[in-house]
């Protein structure tokens, strides 16, 4: 098996959540502490929506939740695991690879053709040598919808429906 996926994604999704909890610290901090006077409820309030809708704003652009935590390539299938959960999706089952990009992160998007444990659309990071190299990105995931194709062909199944064509 060779890892495809970034190696420390759980730790990159981690020090994402810890960098969130400390900016809220940061922000709360003059509001809790009993030291200080409060000069202006409303502004500590409204830094801290801000800081909510910022953070809503990034997790929505980088999906990090959805991410899978690893993909291993395993010639015929891919081993994807995203937390304890962790399953075989054979190259025939995926429909469409595309290259996602939010927030300055590029991600590979698989969408399956029929639903799993882990959702209909598998996300994941590539390695990190590809992240600075857009163009690597699109060939590897080129490269990956190419061999889903022809494991689809072998089978004999429709790319959208997973199952054979009727005749």
Same mark, same amino acid.
């Given at each position: ?12 999704? %981690? $020090?994402?959540?810890?960098? +969130?909890?400390? !900016? &809220? ?7 809790? =502490? #009993? *030291? ?45 695991? %995203? $937390?304890?959960?962790?399953? +075989?999706?054979? !190259? &025939? ?7 996602? =990009? #939010? *927030? ?55 790319? &959208? ?7």
């Amino acid at each position: 098996m060779r890892l495809i996926s970034f190696r420390s994604t759980v730790m990159f999704k %981690r $020090g994402i959540a810890l960098s +969130a909890a400390m !900016l &809220a610290a940061v922000v709360l901090a003059p509001a809790l =502490s #009993g *030291a200080a006077e409060r000069p202006s409820a409303l502004g500590n309030i409204v830094s801290l929506a801000l800081l909510g809708l910022f953070s809503i704003y990034v997790l929505a652009k980088t999906h990090l939740p959805l991410l899978a935590d690893e993909v291993a390539d395993g010639g015929d299938h891919l081993r994807v695991q %995203r $937390g304890r959960t962790v399953m +075989a999706v054979p !190259l &025939a089952d995926i429909g469409a690879v595309t290259v996602a =990009s #939010g *927030a300055g992160l590029h991600r590979i998007v698989l969408d399956l053709a029929a639903p799993t444990p882990l959702g209909q659309r598998i996300e994941f990071l590539p390695q990190a040598s590809l992240w600075s190299n857009h163009g690597a990105i699109v060939r590897a995931a080129a490269s990956l919808a190419q061999r889903a194709e022809q494991a689809r062909g072998a089978r004999g199944s429709h790319p &959208a429906t997973g199952r054979a064509p009727r005749g």
